[in-house]
C-alpha cells in the first residue's frame, strides 16, 4: 500500500540534544511538507520541497533543518536552537509542487522535550 | 496571513447540519479541506478552485466565493464518524508552492 511513514510515533528527548524526525514516502510525490502543530492550532509549515536536493523554508523555520537526498525521503531535524520543541509533527506530501495538489499526510511524531 | 475560521467548535446531536466558515483577508486562488480526528493526520476531503465552484460529495460539500474571499463547508444530515477537527488550507496566488491553514474548527457529534 502506498502511502506516508513517520517514525517514530512517540519520541522523549532532553533539552539541549538535536533529534531527527523520520518521513518515508513511496507515492513518488515530488513535493514533501513538514508541519507543526500545537494544541488547539492550526498547522504551520517548517520546511517544504518541491524536489530532490532542494528545499525552502516555511512559516517557522527558526531552529529546524531538513534535507532532501532521495525523492522518497525528507527527515526533519530540530535542533537545539529550537526554543520550544515539544508539539505535534506532521509530514506532508503532493504528486506536484504547488499549493493547488491535495496532500497526504503522515501519522504524525508527537515530541516530548524535558 | 492565516484565514479565520468561524465557528471555533460546535457540538451537534446527530442527524442535525453544520456549517464552517473559513475567511481571509487576501484573495484567494484556491480553497483546501481536511479533517483530523484526535491524535491522526488530517485527511483530504476536498479542493475549491476560484470561480464560485462548488463541490460535495456524500453529505459534505463546499462553496467557495472568491469576491468575499471565503469558503464555507456544510455537513448535512451529521453522522457521529463526521466529529473531529476540519482545517481549510488556503492559496493565496495562482502558482503559490505552500498552503495557509486555518486554526481549525472542532465538530462533536453527540447519538
Known amino acids: 500500500d502506498g502511502g506516508i511513514t513517520q517514525s517514530p510515533k512517540y519520541l522523549f528527548r532532553k533539552e539541549g540534544q538535536n533529534v531527527t524526525l523520520s518521513c518515508e514516502q513511496n507515492?513518488?510525490?515530488?513535493?514533501m511538507y513538514w508541519y507543526r502543530q500545537d494544541p488547539g492550532q492550526g498547522l504551520r509549515l517548517i520546511y517544504y520541497s518541491q524536489i530532490v536536493n532542494d528545499f525552502q523554508k516555511g512559516d517557522i523555520a527558526e531552529g529546524y533543518s531538513v534535507s532532501r537526498e532521495k525523492k522518497e525521503s525528507f527527515p526533519l531535524t530540530v535542533t537545539s536552537a529550537q526554543k520550544n520543541p515539544t508539539a505535534f509533527y506532521l509530514c506532508?506530501?503532493?504528486?506536484?509542487?504547488?499549493?493547488?495538489?491535495?496532500?497526504?499526510f503522515g501519522p504524525g511524531t508527537r515530541l516530548t522535550v524535558t | 496571513q492565516q484565514p479565520v475560521q468561524s465557528p471555533q467548535a460546535v457540538i451537534l446531536r446527530e442527524g442535525e447540519d453544520a456549517v464552517i466558515n473559513c475567511s481571509s483577508s487576501k484573495a484567494l486562488y484556491s480553497v483546501h479541506w481536511y479533517r483530523q480526528k484526535h491524535g491522526e493526520a488530517p485527511v483530504f476531503l476536498m479542493i475549491?478552485?476560484?470561480?464560485?465552484e462548488q463541490k460535495g460529495h456524500d453529505k459534505i460539500s463546499a462553496s467557495f466565493n472568491e469576491k468575499k474571499q471565503q469558503s464555507s463547508l456544510y455537513l448535512t444530515a451529521s453522522q457521529l464518524s463526521y466529529s473531529g477537527t476540519y482545517f481549510c488550507?488556503?492559496?493565496?496566488?495562482?502558482?503559490?508552492?505552500?498552503?495557509?491553514f486555518g486554526q481549525g474548527t472542532r465538530l462533536t457529534i453527540n447519538p
Open positions: 506532508a506530501s503532493s504528486l506536484r509542487p504547488g499549493a493547488s495538489y491535495e496532500q497526504y
Open positions: 507515492l513518488n510525490h515530488d513535493a
Open positions: 475549491l478552485l476560484k470561480g464560485g
Open positions: 488550507g488556503t492559496e493565496g496566488i495562482q502558482g503559490a508552492q505552500k498552503l495557509v
